[in-house]
């Protein structure tokens, strides 16, 4: 059974930073695919964050471009998302989401949320002015 959780949320000033972490189970990391930050603020559409791939190559919004950083530790299943130069506009509830990557397909493809197979339960993130 796969199971995606999510950890590291928390309330910090602006400014400051948050590493979130995306706990993987029962998945089969030789293939390839997409895992995905995406995150949702109250009363506001959700937003994709950025990937990361099988090979470690990544993409980002431009709101986070420069300010986030996803990567992944394969020997512990688990992705993160390294958040500096936190803004209150960043507050929202962030999601993981895996899903597999068909030959040729690029990640960049694949910024829609319902678009995922697998996603979290979400860990809140909340910035203070």
């Known amino acids: 059974q796969v199971q995606l959780v999510e950890s590291g949320g928390g309330s910090v000033q602006a400014g400051g930073s948050l590493r979130l972490s995306c706990a993987a189970s029962?998945?089969?990391?030789?293939?390839?695919?997409?895992m995905g930050w995406f995150r949702q603020a109250p009363e506001k559409e959700r937003e994709w964050v950025g990937f990361v791939n099988r090979d470690g190559n990544s993409g980002y919004a431009d709101s986070v471009k420069g300010r986030f950083t996803i990567s992944k530790d394969n020997a512990k299943k688990t992705f993160y998302l390294q958040m500096n130069s936190l803004r209150p506009e960043d507050t929202a509830m962030y999601y993981c989401a895996y899903r597999y990557r068909p030959p040729g397909a690029d990640c960049w493809n694949y910024r829609d949320l319902d678009g995922y197979t697998y996603r979290g339960q979400g860990t809140q993130v909340t910035i203070s002015s």
């Open positions: 029962g998945l089969t990391f030789s293939l390839y695919y997409c």
